[in-house]
């Protein structure tokens, strides 16, 4: 009977390596279309960026973590961003292996300086820089060419492991 309950308990904290408890699977395609919603949804504009706000019905933080969280159905209000760099939330990358839906981010600092994008897509076929989503101070939601992790600072890129495809 120990031996169940140890191998129990062992599944048990072996699949919350994989994904949070309280996330749910989501699809790429349904990120980026949930990311894309932040951009009209404020009466045509942009959700606008507030640390202190929360968005909508699903009440999500209106900064950049409360963004990713969102788009990827981690749970309201939404996860910090240095939680969203770590396990359980995803897993390390290189940057040449993004995909659509995939984040990058930069956990150090303090709530002013970390910040976190969901990748879209790479603006030129040498991945010198990317198409992103982006919860941002002053201007709220966008969608623009980034070159954050590419060099000369701590992005880094990473896979949210509740995201499926």
């Not at 009466?43 to 202190?52: C, H, L, M, S, T």
């Amino acid at each position: 009977m120990r031996v169940l309950a140890t191998v129990a308990a062992t599944l048990v904290a072996l699949s919350t390596l994989v994904a949070p408890a309280h996330a749910v699977s989501v699809s790429r395609q349904e990120v980026i279309n949930r990311a894309k919603s932040w951009l009209t949804a404020n009466a045509g504009g942009p959700v606008p960026y507030n640390q202190a706000a929360y968005w909508g019905a699903e009440r999500y933080r209106q900064d950049c973590s409360g963004y990713v969280s969102m788009a990827a159905k981690l749970g309201a209000p939404g996860q910090r961003t240095v939680e969203l760099a770590q396990s359980p939330f995803s897993t390390g990358i290189a940057m040449s292996e993004l995909r659509w839906a995939d984040i990058v981010v930069d956990p150090v600092g303090d709530g002013d300086t970390r910040h976190v994008v969901i990748f879209d897509k790479w603006a030129d076929p040498y991945k010198t820089a990317y198409y992103a989503y982006e919860q941002r101070s002053t201007y709220g939601t966008t969608y623009r060419v980034l070159r954050y992790g590419l060099g000369g600072d701590q992005y880094v890129a990473r896979r949210l492991t509740n995201v499926t495809g």
